[in-house]
């Protein structure tokens, strides 16, 4: 095995730190330092160098709240992090918001007025008991009985309304001012036992009457004026029981 | 053996390495103020890519390199006076007074900011934290003869600087 010489041991001694040569290097560099002197010394002095350059290198005084100030940085950095999910969340949720309101807003339908002619002019010409009580039939599926005696010339409105709660068909006959309507009430919706006409108030009075035929309903009439008679049809007119009070008797429905 | 997973928190890093990481970037930056900064910076970091730590053992370098990289966005535009010329930075010189001089640590920062930033960081790491020229190598993703080569003429310029005959004298205040 050739011999070291001094040139590439004074390489190696610069970077001769434990661990950082091949084992045969190592030991080629021992035997050198062990037989010259001169590399034994100068590997000594650079040792010496660097143990004191290191221990100048490790006198740093760390800031005694440098710890405290690097949390409370991260603590920061965890807080916006939050918040910027927050908004973004909010964010998506107002674009989803808006996405669906001007879906909605879009998605309007221009009233068709010549539509509206044309129904009321088919309500208008349903002028007769029995085109009412088909027209309830096909719009709602409910069978009605309409009453026979009233002029359906002047019917200007029918269809299901509100009666205390309760949908109901109701038809409302006007003329000169005057307006009568017709609630058609079903025993599976109320109690129709003893119900009587009473004169109201305001100007309006209420008749009840059965209908023929049909123990099950009773018609309940609010009109204006100081009778029935001007919504009638004389020629089909038939007396009125509004004297008396109208039973429904369970066992007959 | 290692840390157990619970553990693996940012304040755990934080607990184990701030004092080292502020050594490091003290050295990297000649300036209190700008050190506590990139050390606080660094750990902001390492808390946004902890994910990314998956060998717990090797925490220490992966901070480091973080800090590095931090301090090198901050310095890309700078332009970095008073630093020497990488010609000029001489083979280690043989005049080393005898005994050896107390070290000023005044005069090691300015020593160390006299040096490029790629001449600085493996002295920095090879006096500070002992790294091996490996992790010195891996840390700069150099290759180990840079890393030697780079070595060499940085504790060249430290000990002229710091160590020499010449410079002691010149130091205590004596006209040569």
Request: with cysteine.
């Amino acid at each position: 095995m050739q011999a070291m010489k001094c040139d590439t041991a004074r390489v190696l001694i610069e970077f001769s730190r434990p661990g950082e040569l091949e084992s045969g290097e190592a030991g080629l560099l021992d035997a050198h330092l062990a037989a010259c002197a001169h590399c034994r010394n100068f590997a000594d002095q650079q040792r010496r160098m660097d143990t004191h350059v290191r221990e100048a290198f490790r006198k740093v005084a760390v800031p005694p709240q440098l710890r405290r100030e690097i949390f409370s940085r991260l603590g920061r950095q965890r807080r916006r992090a939050r918040t910027r999910l927050l908004i973004g969340v909010a964010a998506c949720l107002l674009a989803l918001l808006t996405a669906w309101g001007l879906s909605i807003y879009l998605g309007r339908s221009k009233p068709d007025l010549s539509r509206l002619v044309h129904d009321r002019y088919v309500e208008k010409t349903a002028s007769s008991a029995e085109k009412v009580e088909n027209w309830f039939a096909i719009r709602y599926g409910r069978t009605i009985t309409a009453p026979r005696d009233f002029d359906y010339n002047l019917l200007v409105h029918r269809d299901l309304a509100d009666f205390q709660g309760k949908q109901v068909p109701m038809l409302l006959f006007v003329r000169a001012g005057e307006e009568a309507r017709v609630y058609v009430l079903s025993r599976n919706q109320f109690d129709l036992a003893d119900l009587h006409s009473t004169s109201g108030s305001l100007g309006y009075k209420v008749e009840v009457r059965r209908v023929p035929d049909n123990l099950r309903c009773v018609y309940v009439i609010l009109y204006s004026g100081s009778s029935l008679k001007p919504f009638l049809d004389e020629r089909k007119h038939i007396p009125s029981s509004d004297s008396a009070a109208v039973s429904v008797s369970p066992s007959t429905g | 053996m290692g840390v157990p997973q619970s553990l693996r928190t940012v304040e755990k890093l934080v607990d184990d390495y701030y004092a080292l990481l502020y050594g490091f970037a003290f050295h990297l930056t000649g300036s209190p103020s700008e050190a506590e900064d990139l050390t606080q910076e660094a750990f902001c970091r390492a808390q946004l890519k902890l994910g990314q730590l998956r060998d717990w053992n090797r925490a220490k370098p992966w901070l480091f390199s973080i800090l590095r990289n931090a301090y090198l966005h901050h310095i890309r535009d700078e332009k970095r006076l008073h630093q020497v010329s990488l010609d000029n930075l001489s083979e280690p010189s043989e005049s080393i007074a005898e005994p050896l001089p107390e070290i000023d640590p005044e005069q090691l920062r300015q020593a160390l900011q006299e040096l490029p930033e790629a001449y600085r960081t493996p002295v920095i790491l090879y006096y500070f934290e002992d790294f091996s020229y490996r992790d010195i190598a891996e840390e700069m993703n150099v290759p180990m003869g840079t890393v030697m080569s780079r070595l060499a003429r940085a504790k060249g310029h430290l000990r002229q600087r710091l160590l020499s005959g010449r410079n002691v004298r010149q130091n205590a205040g004596d006209e040569v």
